[in-house]
């Protein structure tokens, strides 16, 4: 009831399984933005799998296109699509801010690797 932001990591539907998933929670908090950051998004063929950075890079097709011309898939040298993930996770999270602030309601946001 004190949290501003709530970010959680897990496959869908872990917290909501605890107790713990924004229908569980928006009745009591309801100026709470929920994230949920997840691999492949709530819904979906694959939804109930886990997100890796490796993964998702490669079913969105971004190994395809890095290394050397007319060469095997490369992995990437940063973990790019965690580091992309996580900042468009905050630019949502810093928007539902000012939305509260000007409706006095939280939110619920999903962010995907993919």
Do not use: W
Not at 44 to 51: N, V
């Amino acid at each position: 009831q004190k949290c501003d932001v709530l970010l959680e990591n897990f496959v869908p539907g872990v917290l909501s399984r605890l107790g713990l998933g924004y229908e569980d929670l928006k009745h009591d908090a309801p100026r709470l933005i929920y994230c949920s950051l997840t691999g492949y998004g709530s819904s979906g063929p694959y939804s109930k799998r886990p997100g890796y950075d490796v993964t998702a890079s490669s079913v969105g097709g971004l190994i395809g296109v890095t290394g050397p011309q007319d060469g095997p898939p490369c992995k990437v040298g940063v973990a790019l699509v965690d580091l992309a993930a996580g900042l468009y996770a905050h630019g949502a999270i810093m928007a539902a801010i000012i939305e509260r602030y000007k409706t006095g309601r939280g939110q619920r946001i999903e962010c995907d690797l993919l």
